[in-house]
Structure formats: structure tokens, C-alpha cells
């Protein structure tokens, strides 16, 4: 696991430290987990899916949660009735708890969660402000008209 020391970059930045921490806790999402498995895809230019494969887990054992920029996504199977005996010969399915973390970057938003053939889909959009997107300034366009007025002398 690679570590990188920030603090010389503190010298010289002001208004950084929110990306600094950010990147200091992405090996704290990931930490090796590989359960359960899932995809990151673009849909289109501005709209994401992150699929993940919950199988075994029923829509009321699953949690999808949006905190300070972070999708939380986690899942606890209802342990199966006492009175019930099972003798399982082999178990290749896992239903282990689980909790996967997602960074969303700024103006991403959560639009849906759907649960089907064992796969939770969860749809992203990322909505920019009118003021954030790119504008053209026009060159040589229309002058600026001064507003006519009288200077009083003093």
C-alpha cells in the first residue's frame, strides 16, 4: 500500500485541503474489498450507473445512502429462522453484511435505486449550475453603451 505525505503541499496551497483529504481517504473506501462485486458505467455525457451484484439479499436487506458526497451501500441478510434446520453441503453464494463506499464528485446527484435479478443498479447525474458551465464569450460583439449623465463640479 502506497502512502503519500501532503504537508509540504500545505505550504504552498490555500483552499486544497477538502481535495487532500479526499485523497487521503480513498485507500479507506477500497481497503482490498472485493465483496460484493460491481460496475461503474457512463450512460451518457452528464449520467452514470454503479451496478452491484446483491445476490441472495431481498430489497428490505439492503441500504443505499447519500452523506456529505459519499454513496454508502450496504447489505445485512436476515438470519434464517431457528426453527428452521438446514444442512448446507456447500456454500458458494456468499450473504456475508457488506458495505461498499462510493466518492461522488461535486454536483452529483443519486436519481434512482432498483433491484433486479440480483443486481442493485443505482442511476447518478451530474448537474452543473447554470453559472459553472462553460460560457462563449463573444469577440469583437456588441460595445458597451456608457450611460449619459452630467458630472457636477466642486
Sequence with gaps: MRTFDFSPLFRSTVGFDRLFDMLDQIS?????????????????????????????????????EVRDGVLTISGKREETEKGEDRNILYQGIAGRAFER????????????????????????????????KPRRIPINGPELKAIEGKVKAA
Design 28 to 64: 479507506q473506501f477500497d481497503s482490498g474489498q472485493s465483496y460484493p462485486p460491481y460496475n461503474i458505467e457512463r450512460t451518457s455525457d452528464n449520467r452514470y450507473r454503479v451496478t452491484v451484484a446483491v445476490a441472495g439479499f431481498a430489497e428490505k436487506d439492503l441500504n443505499v
Design 101 to 132: 463506499r462510493f466518492q461522488l464528485a461535486e454536483h452529483v446527484e443519486v436519481r434512482a435505486a432498483k433491484l433486479e435479478n440480483g443486481l442493485l443498479h443505482i442511476d447518478l447525474e451530474q448537474i452543473v449550475p447554470e453559472e459553472k
